[in-house]
């Protein structure tokens, strides 16, 4: 077999290493069409479109009773509808400006003027188990995981979690529908 | 080639790496520097075609099996959500359909290319066989990739190939068994069938790598068929053969991307977009085009297990080529008589194509009066399959060994540059395309 | 001369190729040309609304059509779609339209089976809970459910059209068998029921769906005359959409990809001979 070796003085007509406008233009043509290609193999991977579909929930608000919460399954996570009673709104707001490890006042946690409704991601941000109602020591939610305390408005109090639970985007579509997501 | 490499690592890092894994050395020496034949003709971009064909099929099978459900109740709607509700799913879903059906037009024509220019002969024997092993995978990967969506076609064309392999004797029935799961096509075949659909293009891959190794022992056969004697002879494959395969490549793409766009389900069958129903079987069982030669020489012989062993030798009947064609000129260019049985033979290839399609019984000329033979019209497509399997194998089996023995071919050119003899009056009908197409 | 008679001989096999009949004998479908038609083509909105109002007035008491869901109605391209509602699940007409139907759902608080109105991101349901309901009220037939159908026939939504108005009395000495209704464009082959002239068999088959379509059965809301061609083809029309809601996608991103591609092969090619220029092939 013939031997290449240093054979760029045999070629005759043009050097190809000299970078010629057409040699870049076909090059950043075919660069420009690769990742053109490669979008779709990529966006394929976002949520589909069902899965987005089921990304907005409503909820009729007359079945959840002044001190009671709903919990519902919104984007493959339990999510908190509570009717707070005027006690447990009072002392969310009383302590707006005690000692918190996520600053947050009350007011900015619900709809205006609807202090009552509180909706919130029932996700612990500590490592993500789900806190249940009345347990703890400010009268709001307890993660028994690793022992977080939120209060009524779902700050963190105590505990591991870093942050208040999450309270989504919503609104209220009427008095009794609101719609989440 | 394995002559002395000309790669000189210009950077520390590429020094470094050199010295403990020669990878871009290897590249280099593969793919930028490697002498290649300055004679080669467009038939020979093929190659480049079918690797980029492969990657295509690759990325886009392993995304489309991030949304596929490969169970028999789930099956053909996630191939819905698929097209409807994943983003571009439609989009990679028709890519991967009709990406099969351009590897195969691919593949045809570059074997038919090895057919033409002797490239399965001397020394590259092992190279032809690693080919035609590449072809097995590549069938059996289609096959099993067709039943995935679990349409009518999907269904009921595994029933078919799965119920030919009962026809062996002692040991068919276990593989029938045994490839089912069960006692009928079912759940449990489509969901092996999906784990081996996702395995084998790995496995065409590794095939490949081997393929192209061995390609590159031997060196490329070129259209004289004479071997390169000199520098003059070749040039480094980058920048000449790479933007020649680009070129290749890009028209190619044209071809794929008009069938994706606008006619993305001209390739297939309707029928496939029936839900299987193991009740009911279509008016019309076929193939995906690429089989219909094999099925339409499957159907020709009347005995069921004849028929399998017809059609697995006429895939078998390649794999020792080699050592049938004795002719110690390799290029058809330069063998007339070859060249005509040649042309014969795709033509034959086209033709067993069609009458795959068909109904066995049919009449090919409409109208005519019946003449009975063996139990069937003469005017059929059966018979019209039998002549045409017959010649099929008499083209490898007498045709190319007599020829090796009494033809008288033209005089070959001493080497591939030397311009007076390398085109003989022949040679504007190169860039004239006899129908390429198997099928 | 030797290529010239292989490609005559190629061109004779591909001329004897050609099927005289459609398959099973049955009559070539009408030749009706759709707004969706060619590489450019598009839908027709009103026409897509026209037809999702004769599948839901006519087929939907038999046919399911369960790929799809409500908020598909309101995708780009569908039917309802509003490009003040970019997001389908939100367009007050889909969600309208999804309120009216009822959807079998389980009551979360006591676990009961019950029929609740839909939501713009439930599926359309079938008429019938299961297929042997189906049969059992369609004399032993199941209807099949009309998601992909335009792509499950050959001839598409032009078979559809034909086959939903092309329904005639059947010619004397066809002896039709109970339960079934003679139409020439369905796919099959009547020569066993047929008693008269055996070179003159009449085309198509039967088909268990007696016609469906009459004049006036389905009042169009634009005013258009509801014939019977209209409604066929309408509904045909829809049903491809339903088959193919990405079809404009397809021939819009198709008509991108082919100039960037020709442009890019004429680039790659001057590229081919830059680079070999002067050097012997």
Redesign the interface.
Known sequence: ???????SA??TGGD?SRRDFI?IA?IAA?GGGALAALW??V????P????LALASVEFDLTKVEPGQQVTINWRGKPLFVRNRTPAEIDRAVKDDNAPLPDPQADAERHKPGKPQWLVLVGSCTHLGCVPTFGGGDYGGWFCPCHGSHYDTSGRIRKGPAPTNLVVPEYEFLSDTTVKIG | ????S?YQPKTGFTRWLDTRLPILRLGHDSFI?Y?TP??L?YWYTFGAILSVMLVVQL??GI?LA??YTPTATEAF?SV??I??????????R?VHANGASMFFIAVYIHMLKSLYYGSYKAPREVLWILGCVIYLLMMATAFMGYVLPWGQMSFHGAVVITNLLGAFPIVGETITTMLWGGYAVDNPTLQRFFSLHYLFPFMIAGVVALHIWALHVT?QNNPTGV??????????FT??AT??D??GI??F??MY??F???L??ALGH??N???ANPLVTP??IVPEWYFLPFYAILRAVPDKLLGVIAMFASIGVLFVLPWLDRSKVRSMRYRPMA??YF??F??VC??LG?CG??LPDDQ???GLQTISLGGSDLNSWVWLSRVATLYYFAYFVVILPVLGLIEKPLPVPDTI?T?ALSHPAAAP?EA?A??EQKG | M??KL??I??AL?LV??GP?LA??GAKHPENISYSFDG?FGKFDQAQLQRGFKVYREVCAACHGIN?LSFR?LGDRGGPFYDPHYPNANDNPYVKAIAAEYQIADIDSETGDAIQRPGTSADRFPSPFPNEAAARGANGGAMP??L???A????G?PAYIASLLSGYVTPPAGLEVPPGQYYNPYM?GDVSSAWTGDHDHVPPGGFIAMPPQLAPGKVTFDDGTPSTIEQQAKDVSAFLMWA????LE???Q???A??IY??L??AL??W??RR??RG???
């Open positions: 077999m013939a031997d290449t070796a240093a054979d045999t070629h190809p040699h076909a075919a779709p193999f966006a394929q991977m976002n589909s479109a069902d899965t | 080639m394995s002559g002395h000309t520097d002498p300055r004679n003709n990325i886009s995304v991030m949304h709607a819905e959500h097209m409807r509700d994943v983003n571009y799913g439609w989009l990679i028709y060196g071997d390169p004697k000199s520098k003059a002879d070749t040039l480094p920048p000449y933007v020649k680009g070129f890009a028209l793409m044209i991307a008009f994706v766009f606008y993305p389900n309707a029928d977009y029936i839900p008016a019309h060249k005509l042309l014969v795709v033509v086209v033709i069609f399609a068909k090919v000329i409409p540059a311009p009908a004239v006899a129908p | 030797l290529r292989s490609l001989a190629a096999v004897a190729g005289a398959a099973g590489p790929l598909n099949p459910d998601s992909v159908m792509k499950a026939r050959h598409g796919a088959a193919e809601p990405k996608d397809r021939k991103m198709g008509f990809v082919m591609l020709i890019f092969t790659l090619y590229s081919y680079v070999w050097q012997s092939h």
